[in-house]
Nanobody, 114 residues
Framework: QVQLVESGGGLVQPGGSLRLSCVVS????????MGWYRQAPGKERELVAR???????NYADSVKGRFTISRDNAKNTLYLQMNSLKPEDTAGYFC????????WGKGTLVTVSS
């Protein structure tokens, strides 16, 4: 059973930054396209960013230029650097493969508020 453990969320003021991490308990991580997803209250879960095994990245228009997805294959860890955060970025953030193959982890909550 693959486990996905997200961390790094918290409360931050608008314009601030956070770095999220996701540790994946499976060695095929290095060849798998991974994604960061988020779900705001009352909204559906959406893909925010994804990265292929080769390092190619794609971003949702809403975060392009502000968020950066990266991965450390040696550590089976996925990252999301979030800069210039806005209140509308407030959500639970989750990692998974893209397309999703595994059960969701608990996620990490990001709250952007003054």
């Amino acid at each position: 059973q693959v486990q996905l453990v997200e961390s790094g969320g918290g409360l931050v003021q608008p314009g601030g930054s956070l770095r999220l991490s996701c540790v994946v308990s499976r060695t095929i991580f290095s060849i798998t396209t991974m994604g960061w997803y988020r779900q705001a209250p009352g909204k559906e879960r959406e893909l925010v960013a994804r990265i292929t095994g080769g390092g190619s990245t794609n971003y949702a228009d809403s975060v392009k230029g502000r968020f950066t997805i990266s991965r450390d294959n040696a550590k089976n860890t996925l990252y999301l650097q979030m800069n210039s955060l806005k209140p509308e970025d407030t959500a639970g953030y989750f990692c998974n493969t893209h397309p999703r193959m595994y059960m969701w982890g608990k996620g990490t909550l990001v709250t952007v508020s003054s």
